[in-house]
């Protein structure tokens, strides 16, 4: 097997790994529960890179959990904060844990699973097209 096509398999390898870290990701979501939370700010984080640097939001959203009210610090930054301050945003928990919340969208849901097929994609791309 040449070089390009050893490229081409690690990124359908990652592929393969983005589909079964999507499926076992939505099956636990299934089980997580529905309800709504308010933006109440952002937690900005700086980095540097290439001298240069970055500012991400991540979004800070209170919701309540039977009862409970519950703050969720995103993981997910943006580098523009993506709703206004006061907005309702959608929120899924876990029942059975009172660290596991997410904002129920794609790319908070997914993020993951979203970077693996990107990355699986590119390199599967790449090889095969040098193999040609």
């Not at 097997?1 to 990124?11: D, I, N, R, S």
């Not at 991540?58 to 997910?76: F, I, K, N, T, W």
């Not at 993506?82 to 919340?101: C, K, N, T």
């Amino acid at each position: 097997m040449t070089k390009e096509l050893t490229v081409a398999a690690v990124g359908a390898c990652l592929l393969l790994v983005a589909l079964a870290v999507f499926l076992r990701r939505r099956a636990r979501l299934s089980r997580w529960v529905s309800t709504t939370g308010v933006l109440v700010g952002y937690r900005v984080r700086a980095t540097r890179r290439d001298g240069r640097r970055r500012t991400y939001h991540h979004p800070l959203v209170q919701y309540e959990r039977q009862g409970v009210a519950c703050m969720h610090d995103s993981a997910v930054g943006t580098s523009q904060p993506r709703w206004e301050v006061g907005a309702a945003l959608p929120v899924l928990y876990d029942p059975a844990s009172h660290d596991d919340a997410c904002i129920d969208t794609v790319g908070e849901k997914y993020f993951i699973a979203l970077w693996l097929a990107a990355a699986g994609t590119i390199t599967t791309v790449v090889g095969v097209a040098v193999a040609r």
